[in-house]
């Protein structure tokens, strides 16, 4: 979806990559417009993985490691790395393999422009990250999925951060921060010529999250295949109570820290103002 999206403009109106849409908009090269809806989010403490066998015990032991990911500009790195900076290790004291997971080669989703000192090689011609973490050929790996071998239980793979849920609200405690992965996004073209299109959609999604919400509280029955829904629910609730939040404002503070970062990553020759990434029709909310 994000690759037709990016690529060949595929839709009128589209979930986007947070991170693709902040390339877009840097270049001036925008096709789509965002509105605050914000269809996925995701703590990315369990997004980063290593070798067990390599004496990788916290952050700044990854100084100099070789580090496989699919793509440097998915928002999940960009937030995993932003993990990393805060404890002190910036992306450019990394070495940086880029791959398919589990099928040889893979491009980014749309060209970069990095500075010199990001180092990302090619995995070598058909090499995959997974058999190369498996094999110790790197030292670890970060994405927003888990690399099979971790999944099959190698025993010389794990996370980073042990317990990424303890891992995680700490860090939201300190931060305020529920990282935010995808937006909603109109074609540019098409905004323009229905202005009310934005804020529309943006209310129509509220109100569809806010169904789904209420659905997912009722838990007589469940609405998903997983068990102790209620005690996820309540510990979820104890972040905040509103945690999945939509609306410009009320994330200012998760998008500044976000467009931060992707400048510092090299991935935005300038630094984006929040002000930019929304259609001005959903900076504000109104009612009938």
């Not at 999944?151 to 609200?169: I, N, Q, S, Y």
Request: neutral net charge.
């Amino acid at each position: 979806m994000f690759f037709r999206a990016f690529r060949h403009q595929a839709y009128d109106i589209s979930e986007l990559s947070l991170s693709s849409y902040c390339v877009s908009l840097a270049k001036d090269d925008a096709p789509y417009v965002a509105v605050p809806v914000f269809l996925s989010r995701a703590f990315r403490h369990s997004s980063i993985y290593i070798r067990t066998d390599r004496g990788i015990a916290a952050p700044e032991d990854l100084r100099g490691r070789k580090i496989g990911i699919a793509e440097y500009q998915l928002t999940a790195n960009v937030w995993a790395r932003a993990l990393l900076t805060d404890a002190g290790v910036p992306p450019d004291e990394i070495s940086w393999v880029r791959g398919g997971m589990d099928t040889p080669g893979r491009p980014e989703k749309m060209k970069l422009d990095l500075p010199p000192e990001i180092r990302i090689e090619a995995a070598p011609e058909g090499a995959t990250l997974n058999g190369m973490l498996a094999a110790g050929a790197i030292d670890g790996f970060m994405g927003p999925r888990w690399p099979r071998c971790f999944h099959e239980g190698h025993p010389h793979v794990g996370r980073l951060f042990a317990d990424t849920m303890a891992a995680a609200e700490a860090y939201h405690a300190r931060t305020g921060i529920f990282p935010i992965m995808h937006v909603l996004g109109v074609r540019r073209s098409l905004a323009e010529r229905h202005p009310w299109l934005p804020g529309a959609l943006f209310k129509a999604f509220s109100e569809a999250k806010r169904m789904a919400v209420a659905a997912l509280s009722d838990t007589s029955a469940t609405k998903v295949t997983m068990p102790f829904v209620e005690d996820t629910l309540a510990r979820a609730a104890r972040l905040s109570d509103d945690l999945w939040s939509y609306g410009a404002r009320a994330n200012e503070h998760v998008l500044t820290h976000f467009l931060d970062q992707h400048h510092r990553q090299g991935l935005s020759p300038r630094k984006l103002a929040f002000e930019e990434l929304f259609h001005p029709s959903t900076m504000e909310s109104y009612s009938l």
